[in-house]
């Protein structure tokens, strides 16, 4: 009975709570905000809108009509658009509007013909434009500013002839309202087409005189307009900038920060041209007039005026530290001001000055510190990451307190732009390496989001990298965070870290015990690469194969395959490698110096197959083997199939971002930037880059020649607007060259027949020996002409330039039914000329350790020169040496870094030249003043001839 009398009691409780539930959902329901263009359905808004053909109640309910138009401009929004008939009901129903004089309806058609245009038909909106000019002309300032800008937003160059007499009266109109939205008209029309803006460029007598208005946002408005009709005029901006910086006559700041602007850029052109001269102070007359401008403009009484002359000062081209100091004290002064936003623009320039000028921002260190109890979280880290930048080395140590107790009450963002700044200043300082190692390091076991964690062990690897001494405190640091790390991908980067470089430290078992754990407590992926780890210890060193052996073992009941098979590959190659070379210890009384090198032997099995990685990359050796299928005749080739008979895959563009644009340790142990892209969930595929030799292997008469070692871009032989675009692709072979000239008819009456390349040239090395012609070219069809060259053997490759014409027959034809309609007859037409350089002849192959391939290349065959460049900065230089040698710039040496400044730059690059000859090249490019550049390079080969080839492509 009990039990029965608790479940009613239940029942019933709950029942009621049921029922209060629902109370409250009702409750809630009433109190929901429903808009009141939910559920609007655009047959009934149109039906409602039929309003506007009553003049009655468009006279006495404007409110109703407003309504309307506020529902069409939902439907409008939301997708909902008006067909052709429905568009031109509606617009013919807005034309009435015009006869109520309700303000609020006027300006609600106005906006309503603004949303609508582009939408609509253009013949729709020219109903309302008589309606418009009306208004225009009217005595209502507030109707004259809206109609001036609906009609800038309808109408076309034609039309614009017809109201240009108005448009011009309203810029010098007395009213404010009214001239400003002629002005912004006009800067809409004067984008909006070429035959607009000449027309607009007539009117520049009248936005001068609106220049002087004493309205400032006419002034403001006039300004921009002025410097638009001006700015294809080098001269004219000039002279806009000399005549309104020296009378002062600008009254409104905005005005003023336009002209500030505009001096800035005024300044980077002159810069940028060479008109620079002995500087900002005492060089071109230009140039000293905008600096005064911008240094006077420090002193003007708007905030926003000194701030842009600030930023403008400070981002000058070749700018002294004399020359922005007058800018950095004024910013000085913004970092105690009271609004953020100030705060904040004064501490973004002083960062970026600090990248280049670093002792000049250092005299507001005392500003900066106050600034990092800022409550604003951005002013606080570009605060702490300046002081970093501009700090001694003796401040190192109190700057590391301020920061740890900031650090943990940020973001993760404002973390990992704090830990980027610590890996400059331990670049700046390298002996303060360890204080900023164990720093970082201390963050790796607090709490923290994986970027964050990345970036910290990017940084530490990167610092390992530049500062060698502190590989064995970084290297710990590391292995006590991957005893209690989280994610999977630095557990595995720095796994592999400790394989490659533990080795070479002093004690490489004391890392032993960190890998091992991995293996026991770590998941499959984790567990693996400690597996691979410990291979590459017990490889490198042969005094601990039999100990790791051991701890192997364990591995070969791993529930995962591939930790397993790692491990059974590992554990065969090393009891084979021991049972070949038994590792003999020395004896106790062997002292340090005489202790013999724990290294494994010449011709270790062990060493060769755990160290040595492959020759290219996977994704390299599918292009390879892909390309050696096709090739004709390569599958039944009896040529057993190795490396070096595959054949030469370039770098795409995607293997040349890997090794360029990525920073420094985001490869680690043979792990490239696409493996760690695809840990982390990776990125679209790539597409297929189809091999350009296809098309010669296709032709039954080339098949002789053999597989291709390289083809080269396409060369433009022609403009891409002429009457034939004709390009050429040098397909290069062991002694021939085949030239595939793509022709394409543009013309839609002619049919091209029986197409030839007629080829004119000096010299011994090469000779045409044969042509294949197109046989017919259509209208919009491409055809392709080839033409074989063959390559003397015995001469030295060089540059050959080719007189190129194009023979064919022509046909006229009917355009529309493409018959013929009279006989062939012959006609040529000029290509340009066609060279074929020693660059043609090397493939784009990376190396990747250009150090050691640089070490291990013969010296005897090295061939150094110096050469005068005429370029006016080093990028352009380091640009088109690449292009003249053919070869691939290595380690990300291909790009200036961004704080270069007039440091020498070091250029690696690395090819395969003709007959599978690996070739390296080091360039160092100086900038010698105004005189140009300076290119001093070495270039080294297996075969004694190349590198002088190679050389006197400069020439």
């Known amino acids: ?434 204080i900023l190692v164990g720093f970082m390091s201390n963050f790796l076991r607090e709490e923290g989001g994986f970027e964050f964690k990345k970036t910290i062990v990017k940084c530490i690897i990167s610092l390992i990298r530049a500062v060698p001494e502190t590989s064995e405190s970084s290297l710990l640091h590391l292995c006590e965070f991957i005893e209690d790390c989280e994610f999977t991908m630095l557990s595995t980067q720095i796994l592999h870290l400790l394989g490659e470089l533990g080795p070479s430290t002093s004690a490489p078992a004391r890392y032993i015990r960190f890998i091992y754990n991995r293996v026991m407590l770590e998941n499959s992926s984790v567990r693996a690469a400690a597996i691979a780890a410990l291979a590459k210890f017990a490889a490198s060193c042969p005094s601990l194969r039999s100990s790791i052996v051991t701890l192997l073992k364990r591995g070969l009941e791993d529930e995962d395959d591939e930790t397993r098979d790692r491990t059974t590959l590992t554990i065969h190659v090393l009891e084979d490698a021991m049972e070949k070379n038994p590792y003999i210890a020395p004896s106790e009384d062997t002292e340090g110096d005489q202790m013999p090198p724990d290294v494994p032997v010449a011709g270790d099995s062990a060493a060769y197959v755990l160290l040595d990685g492959m020759p290219m990359t996977f994704d390299k050796l599918r292009r390879s083997l892909i390309a050696y299928q096709n090739t004709p005749g390569a599958m039944e080739s009896n040529e057993p199939l190795t490396f070096a008979t595959l054949p030469i895959v370039e770098d795409s563009a995607v293997d040349v971002v890997g090794t360029s644009d990525h920073d420094e340790g985001d490869v680690v142990s043979g792990m490239g930037m696409g493996d760690m892209s695809s840990l982390m969930g990776g990125d679209e595929p790539v597409k297929e880059k189809a091999d350009p030799a296809a098309a010669i292997y296709a032709i039954p008469e080339l098949a002789s020649l053999g597989r291709a070692f390289r083809s080269s871009s396409p060369v433009a032989l022609t403009e891409s607007e002429t009457e034939y675009v004709v390009s050429c692709v040098k397909h290069i072979f062991e002694s021939h060259i085949v030239l595939q000239f793509s022709v394409q008819n543009t013309i839609d009456d002619q049919r091209l027949e029986n197409v030839t390349v007629m080829m004119e040239g000096d010299g011994d090395l090469f000779e045409v020996t044969g042509e294949i012609p197109a046989e017919g070219i259509k209208y919009g069809e491409t055809g392709n002409i080839f033409t074989v060259m063959e390559r003397n053997t015995d001469v030295a490759i060089e540059a050959c330039a080719y007189a190129t014409t194009l023979h064919f027959n022509v046909i006229q034809v009917d355009p529309t039914s493409g018959d013929d309609e009279g006989e062939p007859f012959e006609e040529e037409y000029p290509l340009e000329e066609l060279e074929i350089t020693t660059a043609d002849f090397m493939a784009k192959v990376t190396v990747p350790d250009f150090r050691k391939a640089w070490e291990n290349c013969d010296s005897a065959n090295e061939v150094m020169e110096k050469y005068a460049l005429q370029f006016n900065n080093v990028g352009d230089a380091v640009s088109s040496v690449i292009g003249l040698l053919g070869m691939q710039p290595c380690d990300g040496t291909g790009t200036l870094k961004a704080n270069a400044g007039a440091k020498p730059h070091m250029l690696h690059m690395s090819g395969v030249f003709i007959g599978g000859i690996s070739t390296l090249a080091r360039a160092q490019l100086t900038m010698q003043g105004d005189s140009g550049v300076v290119l001093k390079i070495a270039v080294r080969s297996d075969d004694p001839n190349v590198p002088r080839m190679v050389a006197d492509c400069i020439n």
Not at 142 to 150: H, I, P, S
Not at 318 to 333: F, G, H, S, T, Y
Request: glycine share 4%; with cysteine; proline share 3%.
């Open 1 to 434: 009975m009990s039990g029965m009398e608790d479940e009613g009691i239940a029942g019933a409780v709950l029942k009621e709570l049921q029922q209060v539930a629902e109370k409250f959902k009702d409750e809630d329901e009433e109190d929901a905000y429903m808009s009141p263009y939910a559920h609007l359905e655009k047959s009934a808004v149109l039906q409602e809108a039929r309003i506007f053909h009553d003049p009655i109640a468009v006279r006495e309910n404007p409110r109703k009509c407003c309504t309307v138009i506020a529902q069409l401009l939902h439907l409008q929004n939301t997708g909902q658009f008006l067909n052709g008939n429905e568009a031109t009901e509606v617009f013919f129903g807005v034309t009435k509007l015009f006869m109520s004089d309700d303000a609020s309806l006027r300006r609600m058609v106005y906006l309503f013909i603004k949303e609508v245009a582009e939408t609509c038909n253009p013949d729709d909106v020219i109903i309302v434009t008589s309606s418009l000019t009306k208004d225009m002309t009217c005595d209502v300032d507030l109707y004259r500013a809206n109609a001036l800008r609906v009609l800038a937003r309808i109408i076309d160059s034609a039309m614009l002839g017809a109201i240009e007499r108005y448009v011009k009266q309203a810029v010098v109109d007395s009213s404010g309202q009214v001239s400003s939205a002629a002005l912004v008209s006009s800067l809409h029309l004067f984008e909006a087409a070429s035959e607009n803006a000449t027309v607009v460029k007539r009117w520049i007598s009248e936005v001068q005189e609106a220049s002087s208005s004493s309205n400032q946002m006419v002034q403001f408005h006039a300004m921009q307009l002025l410097y638009k009709i001006k700015s294809s005029d080098r001269l004219g901006v000039s002279k806009l900038v000399q005549q309104f910086s020296s009378r002062n006559s600008l009254k409104s700041p905005l005005a003023v920060v336009c002209l500030v602007r505009y001096t800035g850029k005024l300044l980077h052109d002159e810069v940028s041209e060479g008109r620079f001269g002995d500087g900002y102070q005492n060089g071109q007359s230009l140039c000293v007039v905008g600096y005064q401008f911008l240094e006077s403009s420090l002193r003007h009484n708007s905030e926003m005026v000194i701030y842009e002359a600030a930023r403008a000062i400070c981002s000058l081209p070749n700018a002294e530290a004399q020359d922005i100091n007058p800018a950095i004290n004024v910013l000085q002064m913004f970092l105690s001001s009271l609004k953020p936003a100030t705060r904040f623009g004064s501490m973004k320039i002083l960062a970026a000055v600090s990248n280049f000028h670093p002792r000049l921002v250092g005299k507001c260190n005392e500003d900066l510190e106050t600034l990092l109890t800022d409550p604003n979280r951005s002013i606080a880290t570009l605060a702490i990451t300046t002081l970093l930048k501009t700090g001694s080395e003796n401040s190192i140590d109190r700057l590391l307190k301020q920061i740890s107790a900031f650090l943990s009450d940020i973001a993760d963002e404002y973390k990992i732009t704090v830990v980027r700044s610590l890996q400059r200043l331990c670049f700046t300082y390298p002996a303060k390496h360890r």
